[in-house]
């Protein structure tokens, strides 16, 4: 087909011809006229080819071929019967039926072939996870759904073909989802026949296992458990005999054994658990005797670890903990005391932290003694006005914010108040006063400008624009920020101190 657009008629003017034409016009009109005739006759014929002869040339891939093929290559006997597709099925189709019923028959076609396909893929992967073991009966159905579809794709019901196969399909979908349950169900088989301790058993749901879940990742270990399976029986055996004649040592030994075989194995574990009570009974009461022995002579250690030996031997048993509380109520007794003296001489030292913290300490030990419940109180009270006499030297320049000099101006008149004031606190009353004098003395400094600047003091106030202006200030270090607009701003820090010429010059001269 021509790609060019055609374009639309146009009248003419309409001229009479001569009477007389010429031969060389009558032929020149004959030229151009055969090409047009033959182009049209071309046309047609190429329409009645894709129309009625090209519809028997195409015809769809026989899915009976491709089964075929798959159940050639799956190699499984008791596979889907295979479909043979009559010789002259190709040649016949089409002969006297419309294109239109052509193409549904072809389109059915197609969809048989795709559910059979499916079929064929999923009744590989069932077959060789053993899905003809396991579940036969339901396996066979589908297989027999699957036979009636190629019974009726060779008759060319493709409709009952695509429901037949659709039906075998959702059959072999359904085993294929309940595989899981199987799976689970086959585990807690095996692992029943490895605490019983049943060899064949286990060995045989191994096998069944492996088939119908090769990539399933508790096969590995499922396996070990097996391998292991006659050193078990055999480790156990032997407690049982190491029992009978007293010897729980051996017993705990044999029952360990087995443990190490297969640490999983519950009925090896429960085994060494008897045992095991019978072995530590003599060992719990010679570790109580040495613990109230070493209580009497006030070696703490040793008697806990002892009365602790006991419990972890005997675990649950009453002795052990009365035991242990009679310990911590002697040490208790024994710790408080020296925490007391401790806190005390903390006090008189007046290190206050050290005695908050001693005090924290025995009230951890009991909320309800008495000397810790007053110390703490005072001692708390001390700690954080030292604290805060210590700031008021340390952070001279903060005292220029009112506030915080008010705050000083407080906790140094709080300091005065103390009565029986100690050495220390007698020093940061005299290093408070001294700053705070030295904070409140005015001095005068200088503040020039360009007239142009806009000036603000932080913390202190907006001076705007100025060229030269004296102002008073507190000893401190002060910051002041200029701007003007078009210029970047400007942010000088500057120290005020008593006895030097203060002077500060803040404008903006770099241009934007």
């Known amino acids: 087909m021509s ?15 001569p009477t007389a034409v010429s031969s060389a016009t009558v032929e020149r009109t004959e030229t ?14 190429l329409l009645l080819f894709v129309f009625f002869v090209l519809p028997h040339l195409v015809t769809p891939d026989d899915p009976a071929s491709l089964r075929e093929a798959a159940g050639n290559n799956a190699g499984v006997s008791g596979g889907v ?7 002259g099925d190709t040649a016949e189709v089409g002969e006297g039926r419309s294109p239109f019923a052509e193409a549904q028959e072809s389109a059915l076609r ?14 590989t992967s069932l077959e060789a996870l053993g899905a003809a073991r396991w579940a036969e009966t339901t396996y066979n159905d589908a297989l027999e759904q699957a036979a009636l579809g190629d019974e009726a794709y060779r008759e060319r019901n493709f409709e009952q073909a695509i ?3 659709q039906a075998a399909l959702d059959q072999l979908e359904a085993l294929e989802q309940g595989l899981p349950e199987r799976i689970d169900a086959l585990r807690a088989t095996l692992t029943l026949a490895i605490e019983a301790g049943d060899l064949l058993a286990a060995q045989a749901r191994l096998s069944e296992f492996v088939e119908m879940a090769p990539a399933d990742s508790r096969v590995i270990d499922l396996s070990e458990r097996v391998s292991a399976l006659p050193q078990v029986i055999g480790a156990l055996e032997a407690a049982a005999l190491a029992e009978a004649a007293d010897d729980f040592s051996a017993a705990v030994a044999n029952a360990q054994r087995a443990i190490q075989a297969d640490p999983r194995h519950q009925r090896a574990q429960r085994r060494l658990a008897q045992l095991q009570s019978a072995l530590t009974q003599q060992r719990f009461t010679a570790a109580m005797t040495a613990g109230y022995a070493a209580l009497a002579e006030a070696e703490f250690e040793r008697a806990r670890d002892q009365f602790e030996a006991a419990a972890r031997l005997q675990p649950g048993a009453p002795e052990p903990s009365a035991a242990l509380a009679e ?11 020296s925490i007391r003296e401790r806190a005390e001489r903390a006090e008189r030292a007046e290190r206050w932290p050290d005695a908050v913290a001693l ?10 003694i008495l000397f810790a419940n007053d110390g703490i109180a005072r001692a708390q009270r001390r700690a954080d006005l030292d604290k805060r006499l210590t700031g008021i030297v340390t952070e001279q320049n903060r005292l220029i914010d009112r506030r915080v000099l008010r705050l000083a101006q407080e906790t140094l008149n709080e300091a005065q108040e103390v009565t029986s004031p100690g050495p220390r606190l007698q020093r940061q009353i005299v290093a408070a006063t001294t700053t705070i004098d030295y904070a409140t003395t005015p001095v005068t400094m200088q503040m020039s400008s360009d007239g142009l600047t806009d000036i603000t003091l932080l913390r202190v106030q907006r001076l705007g624009l100025v060229q030269q202006q004296t102002l008073t200030l507190r000893p401190g270090t002060y910051t002041a920020v ?3 607009t078009g210029f970047r701003d400007v942010r000088i820090q500057f120290d005020v101190k008593p006895g030097q010429l203060n002077t500060v010059d803040v404008r903006c001269v770099e241009a934007i």
Do not use: C
């Open 3 to 17: 790609e060019h657009k055609e374009q639309p008629l146009s009248a003419t003017t309409f001229e009479p011809a």
């Open 32 to 45: 151009l006229r055969r090409p047009a005739v033959m182009g049209l006759g071309l046309a047609v014929l």
């Open 81 to 87: 019967p295979l479909a043979n597709t009559a010789a």
């Open 110 to 123: 197609r969809d048989a072939q795709e559910v059979l396909q499916a079929l064929l893929s999923k009744q």
């Open 163 to 165: 429901a037949s196969y």
């Open 327 to 337: 310990l911590e109520q002697a040490r208790t007794q024994a710790t408080l005391l």
């Open 359 to 368: 005090f924290e300490e025995a009230l951890a030990i009991d909320a309800l």
């Open 482 to 484: 200029g701007m003007r």
